[in-house]
């Protein structure tokens, strides 16, 4: 493997919002609003540690992302879309389309050393095994060792993702097999990536002055540009495509400077720690990069023929505070149970298609895969990958009507109890035996464990006593207080009104 240091830029990494738009005026909107008959482009965006207490639509006072908000007004809303609450599940539950339980990853894989396995990293896969083209450009997090084989390994045509090893925002690392040429430089970067170039893998070293979320966005734009224009000059020859953009926006740096985690360094004192308000302040810088691939695919010949996926992968992190209804929100990452560490951003438009609309089914990110699948008219997995055990959520969408009011979906956390919770629209229970009413989104009241036996919450229990267990821990039964390790049938106590072991 070959490392290469980039050049300095000649110019500043910062492109102003004028030269951006400009420069995605030229995706030909004489072509706007052609609907290409052939199956959907899809893009998924996926925002790094932004609960859902940080947008309009959801109840927040919070008025941080202006271009999201203004998407919502013609996508499909999902009040209950469910991530896990610590990044590398989240993505391992997109990428694969399984729960954490399935693949193992409980944490965050490059602490552990752990990473899916090739036959659970598998969205991209089924995309390019349909027909399209695949890219990833951002941060991956689950993949560990997969990060330097993706086309091998996940099925992506084209990736450029951030090395772990280095900062996130300045000074940054990335993996990629973009083929630069002998000069590496942010205008080589956006040719490749154009072009559609790629060679061997190669650790790019970015300098400091380059912002890597401004990186990101850029061979996002080349990319959507490169297939704007071969999709309007060549309609029939011209192959679909799945891009994956996964922001590093807006999780913390560490030990990093506060305001090296922004564009512009003077936004805040150079003495400035890390806070809700420099948080905020990243929420925002992601959203006006959102704002500017939105355009660009709104302004093209894409525009009618595209999927767009917005969600955020866990929830607001515990040292920044969130807004519901002007109540401010501990953030509650890293907890399975509370809504703010589990419940996030999820939207879709499809334009052709779908209609704003609000949707409270239960869904999370194992559902993507086939929701997808069903949406783009792909019906099979590759033979090497294994299968989603999510469901699509594409007729909800489709429709703009609730479809499974009944359905539970289930959360992880590593060190934080309980470790394993279901949770229905009304209900919540957790691994160690807790039992809650879901009042709101952020108001749980505690329940009787009766509660399990009196509104029919007995096959939610023994569902999640099954992952509890597949995930390496224990299940209590609600009324009791001894953890089992392995699994029995429950059934309700007809004397006592509470589930119980009969096995």
């Given at each position: 493997?070959?490392?290469?240091?980039?050049?300095?830029?000649?110019?500043?990494?910062?492109?102003?919002?004028?030269?951006?738009?400009?420069?995605?005026?030229?995706f030909?909107?004489?072509?706007?609003?052609?609907?290409?008959?052939?199956?959907?482009?899809?893009?998924?965006?996926?925002?790094?540690?932004?609960?859902?207490?940080?947008?309009?639509?959801?109840?927040?006072?919070?008025?941080?992302?202006?271009?999201?908000?203004?998407?919502?007004?013609?996508?499909?809303?999902?009040?209950?879309?469910?991530?896990?609450?610590?990044?590398?599940?989240?993505?391992?539950?997109?990428?694969?389309?399984?729960?954490?339980?399935?693949?193992?990853?409980?944490?965050?894989?490059?602490?552990?050393?752990?990473?899916?396995?090739?036959?659970?990293?598998?969205?991209?896969?089924?995309?390019?095994?349909?027909?399209?083209?695949?890219?990833?450009?951002?941060?991956?997090?689950?993949?560990?060792?997969?990060?330097?084989?993706?086309?091998?390994?996940c099925?992506y045509?084209?990736?450029?993702?951030?090395?772990?090893?280095?900062?996130?925002?300045?000074?940054?690392?990335?993996?990629?097999?973009?083929?630069?040429?002998?000069?590496?430089?942010?205008?080589?970067?956006?040719?490749?990536?154009?072009?559609?170039?790629?060679?061997?893998?190669?650790?790019?070293?970015?300098?400091?002055?380059?912002?890597?979320?401004?990186?990101?966005?850029?061979?996002?734009?080349?990319?959507?540009?490169?297939?704007?224009?071969?999709?309007?000059?060549?309609?029939?020859?011209?192959?679909?495509?799945?891009?994956?953009?996964?922001?590093?926006?807006?999780?913390?740096?560490?030990?990093?400077?506060?305001?090296?985690?922004?564009?512009?360094?003077d936004?805040?004192?150079?003495?400035?720690?890390?806070?809700?308000?420099?948080?905020?302040?990243?929420?925002?810088?992601?959203?006006?990069?959102i704002?500017?691939?939105?355009?660009?695919?709104?302004?093209?010949?894409?525009?009618?023929?595209?999927?767009?996926?917005?969600?955020?992968?866990?929830?607001?992190?515990?040292?920044?505070?969130?807004?519901?209804?002007?109540?401010?929100?501990?953030?509650?990452?890293?907890?399975?149970?509370?809504?703010?560490?589990?419940?996030?951003?999820?939207?879709?438009?499809?334009?052709?298609?779908?209609k704003?609309?609000?949707?409270d089914?239960?869904?999370?990110?194992?559902?993507?895969?086939?929701?997808?699948?069903?949406?783009?008219?792909?019906?099979?997995?590759?033979?090497?990958?294994?299968?989603?055990?999510?469901?699509?959520?594409?007729?909800?969408?489709?429709?703009?009507?609730?479809?499974?009011?009944?359905?539970?979906?289930?959360?992880?956390?590593?060190?934080?109890?309980?470790?394993?919770?279901?949770?229905s629209?009304?209900?919540?229970?957790?691994?160690?035996?807790?039992?809650?009413?879901?009042?709101?989104?952020?108001?749980?009241?505690?329940?009787?464990?009766?509660?399990?036996?009196?509104h029919?919450?007995?096959?939610?229990?023994?569902?999640?006593?099954?992952?509890?267990?597949?995930?390496?821990?224990?299940?209590?039964?609600?009324?009791?207080?001894?953890?089992?390790?392995?699994?029995?049938?429950?059934?309700?106590?007809?004397?006592?009104?509470?589930?119980?072991?009969v096995?």
């Amino acid at each position: 493997m070959e490392k290469r240091t980039a050049a300095p830029f000649v110019a500043s990494p910062l492109i102003t919002t004028l030269a951006l738009l400009l420069a995605i005026s030229s995706f030909s909107p004489s072509c706007q609003a052609r609907h290409l008959k052939k199956a959907p482009n899809v893009l998924i965006i996926n925002i790094d540690d932004v609960g859902s207490d940080h947008f309009s639509f959801y109840g927040s006072n919070l008025t941080l992302t202006p271009n999201i908000d203004a998407f919502e007004k013609s996508s499909v809303r999902f009040m209950n879309f469910f991530a896990q609450p610590l990044c590398g599940p989240s993505r391992a539950a997109l990428f694969s389309g399984r729960w954490p339980s399935d693949t193992g990853i409980i944490g965050n894989a490059h602490r552990t050393q752990t990473a899916l396995d090739v036959s659970e990293c598998t969205i991209a896969s089924v995309f390019r095994e349909g027909g399209y083209k695949t890219a990833i450009f951002g941060k991956v997090h689950s993949l560990a060792y997969l990060n330097y084989d993706l086309d091998k390994t996940c099925g992506y045509d084209m990736w450029s993702v951030w090395h772990r090893s280095s900062s996130r925002y300045r000074g940054s690392s990335l993996m990629s097999n973009l083929h630069v040429g002998d000069v590496v430089s942010r205008t080589s970067l956006r040719q490749a990536a154009f072009r559609h170039s790629t060679g061997p893998l190669q650790e790019i070293q970015l300098p400091h002055e380059a912002y890597m979320p401004h990186v990101n966005r850029d061979l996002v734009l080349a990319y959507l540009r490169r297939h704007a224009e071969a999709q309007e000059h060549h309609p029939n020859k011209s192959p679909p495509f799945f891009l994956y953009w996964p922001l590093v926006l807006a999780h913390g740096d560490g030990s990093k400077p506060a305001r090296d985690t922004l564009p512009f360094p003077d936004m805040f004192p150079s003495n400035t720690n890390e806070s809700t308000e420099v948080y905020r302040a990243r929420i925002n810088v992601a959203d006006e990069l959102i704002g500017h691939v939105l355009h660009s695919v709104e302004t093209s010949n894409l525009a009618n023929n595209t999927i767009v996926l917005l969600l955020s992968d866990n929830g607001t992190p515990r040292n920044y505070f969130g807004d519901y209804h002007g109540i401010p929100q501990r953030g509650k990452k890293k907890h399975a149970l509370p809504d703010g560490g589990v419940r996030v951003l999820g939207l879709l438009r499809y334009p052709s298609v779908t209609k704003h609309a609000v949707i409270d089914d239960m869904v999370s990110m194992t559902d993507v895969i086939p929701t997808l699948m069903e949406a783009t008219g792909i019906s099979n997995f590759p033979a090497d990958k294994d299968p989603s055990t999510g469901k699509s959520f594409w007729k909800a969408a489709l429709t703009g009507k609730n479809q499974n009011p009944e359905r539970w979906v289930f959360t992880f956390s590593e060190n934080r109890l309980p470790s394993a919770v279901v949770h229905s629209r009304e209900w919540k229970m957790g691994s160690d035996g807790s039992v809650f009413k879901r009042e709101d989104f952020f108001n749980l009241t505690i329940r009787s464990p009766r509660s399990v036996c009196l509104h029919g919450l007995l096959p939610m229990a023994q569902d999640l006593f099954v992952k509890a267990i597949d995930a390496g821990t224990t299940f209590t039964i609600p009324g009791t207080t001894a953890p089992l390790s392995s699994i029995c049938t429950l059934q309700c106590d007809p004397v006592t009104g509470v589930p119980q072991c009969v096995d």
